[in-house]
C-alpha cells in the first residue's frame, strides 16, 4: 500500500486536469508503483503466496486499464507508456501493430479472389 505523500506525487504529475484522481492514466501510475514495491517485496520474501496473489491482480487490472486506453485514447496510452517505460504496453503495441496487418493481409486477399471471380465470370460469358 502506498502512503500519502507518494501517491499525491503520482496523482499531480499524472493528472489530466485539476482535480483528477481517477482518470485511467492515473490509475496506471499508481498501480504500477504499487507493483513495483510488491515486487521489491517477494524478491525477500519469496514464500508469501497472498502477496503474490495480490500482486497478479494489481497486474492484471493494470493490464486491462492499459487496453481500455489502447483503445479508447491511443496518444494518452503513448505517453503514459513512454512515462512510465513500461514492457506490457510494448508489447501491446506490437500485439495490435500483428493484427493490423493480418487484417490488412485479410483484406488484401479478399480483393483478389473478387477480382478473380470478376475474372472468371466475365470469360465464362
Known sequence: ML????KEKIIKKFKTHEND?????????ILT???KRLTEHLKTHKQDHSSRRGLLKK?????RLLK???KEYEEAFKNVSSKLN?????KMEKEEETKRQFEEQLDKNKNRKQQNNEE????GE
Open 59 to 63: 497486474i492484471g487490472e493494470r493490464k
Open 86 to 90: 513500461l514492457r506490457i504496453a510494448k
Open 120 to 123: 472468371n465470370n466475365k470469360q
Open 3 to 6: 502512503d500519502k505523500n507518494t
Open 68 to 70: 481500455y486506453l489502447q
Open 33 to 35: 508503483e504499487e507493483v
Open 21 to 29: 484522481t481517477g482518470s485511467p492514466e492515473v490509475q496506471i501510475a
